[in-house]
């Protein structure tokens, strides 16, 4: 792959995701945001009654992100050069994501999951729902365990100033 490819990909996932990749808290955020999009499309699917299993419900879901994905960076890296109007860069790879993102719904999400469009869109709005919001419940997580150890550490300052100023 060559490297703007690349680039473009990872600036996606930190556009997505908030932290760059590498990180604990981009590990964390990808692991627990794909698991609760993942639980959800399955229980959703169940509820629909659709009749494939675990790996088809996750080829399903997974593959339309995958492809959209690919048409954003494919936009950014290609077309996005070659273009001089203003809103370009911010709307056209987000176009072109939202595009690919339903077309693969359309044509091989619901061939594998065996229900109509309709289903499979609500299937993919509910799982990417649950996914925002353990996206979120995570980061808010993460913000009051930073404000905790903050705290801890002011603590301790101020013990130890205290401690100093005893023994002096």
Same mark, same amino acid.
């Given at each position: 792959?060559?490297?703007?490819?690349?680039?473009?990909?990872?600036s996606? $996932?930190a556009?997505?995701?908030?932290?760059?990749?590498?990180?604990?808290?981009?590990?964390?955020?990808?692991?627990?945001?794909?698991?609760?999009?993942?639980?959800?499309?399955?229980?959703?699917?169940?509820?629909?009654?659709?009749?494939? +299993?675990?790996?088809?419900?996750?080829?399903?879901?997974?593959?339309?992100?995958?492809?959209?994905?690919?048409?954003?960076?494919?936009?950014?890296?290609?077309?996005?050069?070659?273009?001089?109007?203003?809103?370009?860069?911010?709307?056209?790879?987000?176009?072109?994501?939202?595009?690919?993102? $339903?077309?693969?719904?359309?044509?091989?999400?619901?061939?594998? $999951?065996?229900l109509?469009?309709?289903?499979?869109?609500?299937?993919?709005?509910?799982?990417?729902?649950?996914?925002?919001?353990?996206?979120?419940?995570?980061?808010?997580?993460?913000?009051?365990?930073?404000?905790?150890?903050?705290?801890?550490?002011?603590?301790?300052?101020? $013990?130890?100033?205290?401690?100093? +100023?005893?023994?002096?």
């Amino acid at each position: 792959m060559s490297e703007p490819i690349i680039n473009a990909f990872l600036s996606l $996932l930190a556009l997505v995701f908030g932290s760059e990749p590498g990180t604990n808290e981009f590990y964390l955020f990808a692991g627990v945001t794909t698991f609760s999009f993942l639980v959800v499309a399955r229980f959703v699917t169940v509820l629909f009654k659709g009749a494939r +299993g675990l790996m088809g419900t996750v080829v399903a879901m997974a593959l339309p992100v995958l492809l959209g994905a690919v048409a954003y960076v494919m936009i950014e890296v290609y077309a996005l050069p070659q273009i001089d109007v203003e809103p370009a860069p911010m709307y056209l790879p987000w176009v072109g994501f939202g595009i690919l993102l $339903l077309g693969t719904v359309l044509v091989i999400s619901r061939r594998i $999951l065996s229900l109509n469009f309709g289903l499979c869109v609500i299937i993919f709005i509910f799982a990417s729902a649950a996914a925002a919001g353990a996206f979120y419940g995570t980061q808010m997580l993460i913000d009051l365990m930073d404000q905790g150890g903050d705290r801890i550490e002011q603590r301790d300052e101020r $013990l130890k100033e205290e401690m100093e +100023g005893i023994s002096e």
